[in-house]
């Protein structure tokens, strides 16, 4: 139960807590969708964002540290420094998690933009009496705050950011929210598909995508979980409408590459 104060085994923070929302019927039923990499055209920026913030607190090389950020994308940041760099004391990593949400608003969300097939794919699952719902990792305010100013907030009955738990929590959340009907996360990461997959009732989607010196392919979303993945969400509405030909969640091996080692943090002298 995401509502109580508690704290998160991945990121190591206070979880906000807030008055519970009374569970509701809904006709169909619930997508959950990501928000950096899915309804954001965003990953690129931020990934750059991270990698100069990495780079000038830990002396990890730039291009190294974009990967691996990039690698456990999904997460809070602050869950991926503990990953990334265990050794490190956490208020020097919590510091430096504050100076990446900074600068990620300003050099990264006030230039990104929603992905060009988002709006009609939005409308068209309205249209078909579906609910949707946001699950990111950012700061549920800032997601507000992109969504309104793209015009999108008004798809979106409910939005639950770091704030408010991790993925998992989200989900628990959002299938006592909305009980008795399907719901889906549509994600771009390993880290979304494998929460959606070890959450009972919940079915995973996915946004492949390709950046430069990464790529995540359909069949790397479909090996995590996914019951149909592809480079643009545009076929989503009817793909849903059809029940994705087997009605049933693709399933697999974990790709052994994926999962990233521990790094070291070099000392800061070596990266001046």
């Not at 990039?70 to 100076?99: I, K, S």
């Not at 790529?215 to 790397?220: E, F």
């Not at 989503?236 to 590459?257: I, S």
């Amino acid at each position: 139960m995401i509502l109580l104060p508690s704290i998160s085994a991945e990121v190591g923070r206070l979880v906000t807590p807030e008055p519970p929302v009374q569970p509701r019927h809904v006709p169909k039923g619930v997508i959950a969708f990501d928000l950096d990499g899915t309804i954001l055209d965003s990953v690129g920026k931020i990934s750059d964002v991270a990698a100069d913030v990495m780079h000038r607190a830990f002396g990890t090389p730039p291009e190294e540290a974009r990967i691996h950020y990039l690698a456990t994308t999904g997460m809070p940041f602050e869950a991926q420094l503990a990953q990334l760099y265990p050794d490190v004391p956490a208020v020097e990593r919590a510091g430096t998690a504050r100076l990446f949400h900074t600068r990620k608003v300003a050099e990264a969300y006030a230039k990104a933009e929603p992905f060009p097939d988002v709006p009609k794919v939005l409308r068209r699952l309205s249209q078909m009496g579906w609910t949707m719902v946001i699950s990111t990792g950012a700061e549920r305010e800032m997601a507000d705050l992109i969504l309104e100013r793209e015009g999108l907030r008004y798809w979106f009955e409910d939005v639950l950011g770091s704030g408010q738990g991790t993925k998992r929590e989200h989900l628990v959340e959002y299938t006592r929210r909305y009980p008795g009907v399907a719901v889906y996360l549509v994600g771009d990461s390993r880290f979304d598909m494998e929460a959606a997959a070890s959450s009972n009732g919940v079915t995973a989607i996915g946004r492949a995508s390709s950046l430069p010196g990464w790529a995540l392919t359909p069949d790397d979303l479909k090996r995590w979980g996914a019951i149909w993945a592809d480079y643009s969400l545009t076929d989503l509405p009817e793909r849903l409408d059809q029940g994705f030909g087997q009605g049933k969640r693709v399933t697999g091996e974990l790709a052994p590459t994926a999962k990233m080692p521990r790094i070291r943090a070099t000392p800061k002298a070596s990266a001046r």
